[in-house]
């Protein structure tokens, strides 16, 4: 049975080496990768809550009290996704060799009911990315690839397996040769979008399904800094097509840049994050990032789960929450009511740790773990997916 790029060759026209596979994840070098835009720089005189606060808020006794007296936490829904991509081959067009790259992507929410986990939603795709010079007219890309891809998943191969491919993208060459990138790296964007758009579908089946309301939070893990793509379905290329689908959501990033923090005076104030008490959470900041466009608006604060005396770093134990502002809040601020109980909701959900088995212990929250868990195990193993190509 052939081989997907002996398929892909023979219907692209082009020359497939069968070079050395790996996974990128193997490779990479040690760095520090922030959740949020990395050239934000956010001041906290621009107030996004009705109160305007100038100190660190005590929630210790607001989150005690809820557990006293048996509130039910308003997060009910937590929602992750994460891709594991691989180089699978060198092709050929033109006397020009070029990299393919492919990906299994993981998108999942687990829904907390009666204190048990249970799975909500899960998807998992699969994704091809090619140079777009395997399309040689360069006209219609998305019949073209469209058909290869249907040509794709008639393979018998993975038709026995009851595998599919989701899509077949273009990377674009031309960007590498005028930015420098390199496009491998353009060609893994492309799979990061496509984890991105698959993130947008699952929150706007969850809001289709009137699962979410202000009762009924859903946690996103990370950033809700979504960049404007340039491709992908229309609908959700732009955070403001769809902003008002995260009305009941909330992004908590376990890693962020405290450095683009700035006082009123435009001076760096990241000691503020760094010296914030335990179970405190700072003043809500608003600001607009132009990763994602100035026609939205979130609001972010930083909360201190652990106490520093006992993490490695000073950072380690502090989470920073992101709320889209809606059309109200946007011009009153989030309700200061509202965001000390999301607050104290998300404090109370720092137990039981996973001290141990993730290096990022100190900033986990245990459900959110459980659902990264629930989705790493939904993974093809890597040889299988490589054995594929």
């Avoid at 889209?324 to 965001?339: A, F, K, P």
Wanted: charged letters at 25%; glycine letters at 6%; aromatic letters at 10%.
């Amino acid at each position: 049975m052939p081989k997907i790029m002996e398929i892909i060759a023979k219907e692209t026209g082009g020359k497939s080496y069968q070079t050395y596979k790996y996974s990128y994840d193997s490779i990479g070098l040690p760095s520090i990768d922030y959740d949020d835009d990395p050239n934000r720089v956010m001041k906290w005189k621009d107030s996004g809550e009705t109160e305007t606060p100038k100190k660190a808020i005590p929630l210790k006794a607001l989150a005690d009290q809820l557990i006293s007296v048996g509130e039910e936490p308003i997060i009910k829904y937590f929602l992750d996704g994460s891709r594991h991509v691989f180089k699978v081959d060198d092709i050929a067009y033109n006397k020009q060799v070029f990299p393919v790259v492919a990906g299994q992507i993981g998108v999942g929410c687990c829904k907390r009911e009666n204190k048990r986990m249970q799975k909500e939603l899960f998807y998992r795709e699969l994704v091809l990315t090619l140079p777009d010079k395997a399309n040689p007219d360069s006209w219609d890309d998305a019949a073209y690839y469209a058909a290869k891809l249907k040509k794709l998943n008639a393979s018998p191969e993975l038709k026995r397996l009851n595998l599919q491919f989701a899509a077949i993208k273009p990377y674009s060459t031309s960007k590498a040769s005028i930015q420098g990138a390199k496009m491998d790296s353009l060609a893994v964007g492309i799979i990061q979008d496509h984890m991105i758009e698959t993130e947008k579908r699952m929150v706007l089946e969850l809001v289709k399904a009137k699962k979410l309301n202000q009762n009924s939070y859903l946690l996103k893990d990370g950033s809700l800094e979504y960049q404007k793509m340039s491709s992908g379905k229309i609908e959700f290329r732009s955070l403001q097509q769809i902003k008002h689908n995260y009305n009941w959501v909330i992004g908590v990033s376990k890693s962020f840049n405290p450095e683009l923090c700035l006082d009123h005076t435009g001076k760096k104030n990241s000691n503020y994050i760094a010296d914030l008490p335990v179970f405190h959470r700072t003043p809500v900041a608003r600001y607009v990032s132009s990763y994602v466009g100035n026609d939205v608006e979130f609001g972010v604060w930083y909360i201190r789960l652990r106490d520093k005396r006992r993490t490695q770093t000073p950072f380690d134990g502090v989470v920073k929450v992101e709320k889209i502002l809606m059309d109200y809040e946007s011009q009153h601020g989030i309700d200061t009511d509202v965001v000390n109980l999301i607050s104290a909701n998300i404090i109370n959900e720092r137990n039981p740790t996973c001290y141990g088995t993730d290096r990022r212990w100190a900033n986990h929250l245990y459900p959110v773990y459980v659902t990264e868990s629930f989705i790493k195990s939904k993974y093809l193993g890597e040889n299988m997916f490589l054995n594929l190509f």
